[in-house]
């Protein structure tokens, strides 16, 4: 009888890999996404309340103080921001400064005008002049800012449209 050999034969089947789960990744991405979201949120509320802060606080000052322009930089005195005050509260206290300066320089000129108007009825040229006068005043600084220039124009506009409407009148009495 013959030797029979023995032979090994084996094959390697496919390799699988055992795909961990992805559940605490999608959870980690969640968790992730929802505290961008409330960041953002948070944010947006602290920049409301700065904002409001900025706003508040040109609404506590008087007009003295809105109107007194520093004579070395041309703004107003109380155009420097608080201590603590963000760049968002201190941007917002700007644009609400700017805009609470030109309406109080606008009732300011409106006022003189008409105090103005009545002393010097029947001299507009007088009128013109004391106007004026009374304009470059209250722009006796030695830098230029935006303030002054705010000053300036509402100054000669108001000048210019009661000057024309008292010459009118001088006009309409000599006729």
């Avoid at 009888?1 to 094959?11: D, G």
């Avoid at 904002?51 to 040109?58: C, D, P, Q």
Wanted: proline share 3%; no cysteine.
């Amino acid at each position: 009888m013959a030797v029979k050999r023995e032979t090994r034969q084996f094959k390697v089947g496919p390799v699988g890999v055992a795909r961990s789960s992805r559940a605490g990744a999608i959870i980690g991405e969640a968790v992730a996404d929802s505290a961008n979201a409330m960041s953002d949120i948070f944010y947006k509320r602290a920049a409301e309340n700065a904002e409001r802060r900025g706003i508040e606080s040109v609404g506590k000052l008087s007009d003295e103080q809105v109107l007194a322009l520093d004579p070395a930089t041309g703004l107003p005195q109380a155009y420097k921001a608080p201590k603590g005050f963000g760049r968002i509260a201190s941007n917002a206290r700007r644009r609400a400064l700017a805009t609470r300066f030109e309406t109080e320089i606008d009732v300011e000129l409106n006022e003189k005008a008409k105090e103005f108007r009545v002393r010097y009825r029947n001299s507009p040229e007088a009128f013109k002049k004391a106007m004026t006068d009374y304009t470059a005043e209250m722009m006796n600084v030695e830098e230029s800012s935006i303030f002054t220039q705010v000053i300036e124009n509402k100054g000669a506009n108001i000048t210019n449209n009661v000057y024309a409407g008292l010459q009118l009148e001088a006009a309409a009495r000599h006729d």
